[in-house]
């Protein structure tokens, strides 16, 4: 972690409290985000420390909380509500009018997926998801966002550049298909049901759930029988 | 406010670089940032809209330059301050201040399946009047405020068509303000692609919107 980070990591916490600013800190050039700054392994261990000392949190909410994201919810959990969708032509309908109520029946129910709304892809029309205000996710069906959904190059462009995006994806949209681009502005998450693919006629749910990307139920990917994308 | 934040149809931020088998956390420090915000936010002394807010006052240069779990550390630490949960001296040193006796955790490991399932939803069943309906054309109020908002600023001024009322949701716009939660309509609002982006844009693409009553007005 360069100094730079580490000042403004002091400096933004007095802006948003209105406290005294730290020094000002030498600049150096560098910057990845992908990196894990031994800096902020230190630092979080101290607060964590501070936060149990006071007996604010529990250690072992947050241990459980991790295992929730690493183990409970993700996109294994969407990809079933979509194969059930496909499969079930009643349960498809009951997903489209009231995707709270039919989520639910799977049990993917809970933090940030309160409010959910199930968009339907189809020959003529291509739907696709991005929070431009923050990171707006629906944690339990598809886990946690990805680096690149909460990043500026995605936030920015899938509401100016839709096709554009979709492309670097390397999904082609043709002309006279409509795209519509949903930004996550308030507390409804959504969650897009892709095309079922040609030729998956009597496939089992368990084997489409297979098939199912995260891509494809944010909107940045299609369903194809060789799944190539995550 | 119009922060950095607010990132919708900016340019030259480059490609979006996507990463193969990516795990859930890049690092086990920010699996205990994410874990001890939602903890933290267990004890209900600052809602999701004071958590976002918090975040968007960092100043523009230094929130591009930091990682999402770092500003989710930064905006921890700013609402526990503002919450009084610790001290400028606590997060200086790490150090607990002496003489305060230590609190019961408002979120026990036993707890966190039902503090999961149950989440924290946000529509409300109060009575408020719907100012707009189903296939009316709006238009996006130009606001500006230097607190928190999400009327995305590439979306005010123009004008949409109103497709679903979602029903009556808290309002970010005052909760966030401790202005209460001011619980109103929310609609899906359809903005023609050539509307928001001129004639570049597609003429059949369009983005939907989520749009609280206090957003819109009539045409």
């Known amino acids: ?230 | 406010m119009n922060g950095v934040h607010d990132m919708g149809g900016m340019q030259g931020f480059g490609p979006i670089r996507t990463e193969m088998n990516e795990p859930v956390f890049h690092a086990p420090w920010e699996g205990r940032v994410i874990t001890m915000v939602m903890a933290i936010a267990a004890w209900g002394k600052f809602g999701v809209d004071h958590r976002r807010f918090v975040r968007e006052l960092i100043p523009p240069a230094e929130f591009l330059a930091m990682s999402y779990y770092e500003i989710w550390y930064t905006g921890l630490i700013a609402n526990m301050l503002d919450a009084q949960m610790v001290t400028r001296a606590e997060i200086d040193s790490f150090m607990p201040a002496g003489g305060s006796a230590k609190l019961t955790p408002a979120l026990m490991a036993s707890r966190v399946p039902t503090f999961f399932a149950n989440g924290a939803p946000k529509k409300r069943n109060v009575p408020s009047r719907a100012n707009f309906r189903v296939g009316q054309r709006v238009r996006a109020r130009n606001i500006n405020p230097a607190t928190h908002t999400r009327l995305p600023r590439y979306a005010r001024g123009k004008i949409g068509v109103v497709t679903a009322d979602r029903g009556i949701y808290v309002f970010p716009d005052a909760s966030a303000n401790n202005q209460g939660e001011k619980p109103q309509h929310l609609y899906s609002v359809r903005f023609e692609a050539r509307e928001l982006w001129g004639a570049q844009a597609r003429p059949k693409d369009s983005v939907y919107i989520d749009m609280w009553d206090d957003y819109l007005e009539r045409v």
């Not at chain 1, 580490?6 to 730290?22: E, K, N």
């Not at chain 1, 902020?40 to 909380?65: C, F, I, N, Q, Y």
């Not at chain 1, 959990?77 to 349960?91: F, I």
């Not at chain 1, 507390?187 to 084997?207: D, F, I, K, N, W």
């Open chain 1, 1 to 230: 972690m360069d100094t730079t980070r580490r000042g403004f990591l002091t400096t933004a916490v007095g802006a948003a409290a209105g406290a005294a600013t730290g020094p000002a800190q030498a600049a150096e050039a560098g910057h990845d985000h992908q990196d894990a700054p031994s800096d902020m392994t230190l630092r979080v261990k101290s607060l964590e420390s501070l936060l149990v000392e006071k007996g604010l949190v529990d250690p072992a909410a947050l241990d459980a909380l991790v295992d929730t994201f690493e183990h409970k919810v993700g996109p294994r959990n969407g990809a079933r509500v979509v194969a059930k969708a496909w499969t079930d032509p009643a349960y498809k309908r009951r997903l489209l009018a009231d995707a709270d109520t039919a989520i639910a029946e799977l049990g993917y129910t809970g933090q940030q997926g309160e409010h959910m709304v199930v968009l339907e892809n189809t020959p003529s029309v291509h739907h696709m998801v991005v929070c431009t205000l923050c990171s707006c996710y629906p944690w339990p069906t598809l886990g946690l966002p990805p680096v690149w959904y909460k990043s500026a190059p995605y936030r920015s462009r899938a509401v100016i550049d839709p096709r554009g995006v979709l492309q670097e994806f390397g999904v082609q949209i043709p002309g006279d298909v409509e795209v519509r681009v949903w930004d996550s502005t308030a507390e409804v998450r959504y969650l897009v049901l892709p095309e079922r693919p040609a030729g998956t006629e009597g496939m089992s749910e368990e084997a489409l759930a297979a098939l199912v990307s995260r891509d494809a139920m944010i909107g940045v990917g299609k369903v194809t029988l060789a799944r190539v994308n995550p």
